[in-house]
């Protein structure tokens, strides 16, 4: 299988980083730091999960990776807005 990156893996990579960090960061007050409650943390985890998932699907529905950096640009620009 060949290695596709896409903007959903590359969305994926950055909160999985994000998750990770917080949970094994110390807890200090600097002003720099991003604090995260449990909450927080287990929403971001689903949505992880979930442009996991998408991605999957685009994947098999589209075969072309010019287009499903199209499609998946549009579907990340329309989810944030």
């Known amino acids: 299988m ?8 590359i969305i994926s ?3 999985l980083g994000l998750v990770v960090v917080n949970i094994f960061s110390s807890k200090s ?3 720099k730091q991003i604090d995260m409650s449990g909450f927080y943390l287990l929403i971001l985890g689903c949505l992880i999960l979930v442009t996991f998932i998408t991605d999957l699907v685009f994947r ?3 075969k072309d990776l010019k287009r499903i950096w199209i499609v998946e640009s549009i579907f990340i620009v ?3 807005i």
Do not use: D, G
């Open 2 to 9: 060949k290695l596709r990156i896409t903007p959903l893996n």
């Open 13 to 15: 990579a950055i909160s």
């Open 29 to 31: 007050n600097t002003p």
């Open 60 to 62: 098999f529905t589209l």
């Open 78 to 80: 329309i989810t944030v």
